[in-house]
């Protein structure tokens, strides 16, 4: 199966579940929320709400539309702060 679109694109981290690892990405153009599983998440960094992110558009193992290849956009950036 293929994606239904291509590229990247913008998104914030409107909700995360953090007891089922999955959580849900707003597309900043559309306002279309995106389900992602943490796999998704570049860094293995557990998503915060309100974290701004790049993703693609993929297929789960189902055929269902999620985000993948989730990157910080603060960390792709180099405007990511804290940490020692």
Not at 22 to 49: L, M, Q
Request: net charge positive.
């Amino acid at each position: 199966m293929k994606s239904s679109s291509s590229g990247s694109k913008e998104g914030t981290v409107v909700a995360y579940l953090r007891h089922k690892c999955f959580g849900y990405i707003e597309d900043t153009k559309t306002k279309i929320n995106h389900w992602f599983h943490v796999c998704d998440v570049a860094s293995r960094k557990t998503p915060t709400v309100g974290q701004r992110v790049t993703f693609e558009l993929g297929l789960d193992p189902k055929g269902r539309e999620k985000a993948t290849n989730i990157v910080e956009l603060e960390t792709a950036t180099g405007q990511l702060g804290g940490g020692a």
